[in-house]
């Protein structure tokens, strides 16, 4: 079974520093999707970042970056300067490449103090 | 111009009623979906629709019965409602060539 494993619960960092959460994944596949989805308190799931398996490079959208380790099946999300309006669930989530649904990690809540 | 939208965005009920959940998309996705968020925040995928067909029942209460007239209308009808389906029902689309899912802005239910 392919499982989505977000280690840290809650995080907590103040304005402007740096975070990363953890995302772990299992699969067998070797072509698939990673995202990053955040949950704000309006309760919108929105797409931050998103991975493809097969590109090397990490990808990143203005200040949020990925670490991508493929041979670990660890996706890493790494937000820079963070601001008062990251604060939000961030869920890692996976779908193998051709497949029909999206697995989700279990979300960290996270919170920028000012 | 909503991408996904659901309604409604609330729904109180008693237990025993059944009700209905309307989802629209007008990104011309061909696939569609339910989730579910527990009060955990977890997300679990409950139907996935290709082109009208039923594609993925992730073992769901047959009390739930989603149906889709078109690709662009999902629509999730549950009966008999118990306090246990209290959640955060999401629906989400995908096209072809893409892999992410568009999620609609949820509907809080919750059986009292």
């Known amino acids: 079974a392919q499982t989505v494993t977000q280690s840290q619960p809650e995080m907590s960092v103040q304005e402007a520093e740096t975070v990363t959460l953890s995302c772990t994944y299992d699969t067998s596949e070797n072509n698939y999707y990673l995202f990053w989805y955040k949950q704000p308190p309006s309760r919108q799931m929105i797409l931050v970042i998103r991975q493809e398996a097969y590109k090397q490079q990490n990808a990143t959208e203005n200040r949020f970056s990925v670490n991508f380790q493929k041979a670990a099946k660890s996706f890493s999300l790494k937000i820079s300067d963070s601001q008062l309006g990251d604060t939000a669930m961030y869920f890692c989530a996976f779908i193998p490449q051709g497949a029909q649904k999206l697995v989700f990690g279990q979300g960290t809540r996270l919170t920028i103090n000012p | 111009d909503t991408a996904v939208s659901q309604t409604p965005k609330y729904l109180v009920t008693q237990m025993g009623n059944d009700k209905s959940i309307k989802c629209e998309q007008n990104l011309g996705h061909d696939t569609m979906y339910w989730y579910k968020q527990d009060s955990k925040k977890f997300l679990k995928i409950m139907f996935s629709y290709n082109n009208k067909e039923l594609i993925i029942n992730e073992t769901v209460p047959n009390r739930f019965s989603p149906k889709s007239p078109d690709k662009a209308h999902l629509n999730l009808h549950i009966n008999s409602l118990e306090l246990g389906d209290s959640a955060v029902y999401f629906c989400?689309?995908?096209?072809?060539?893409?892999?992410?899912?568009?999620f609609g802005q949820g509907t809080r239910l919750t059986v009292v």
């Open positions: 989400a689309s995908s096209g072809r060539g893409t892999t992410e899912a568009f």
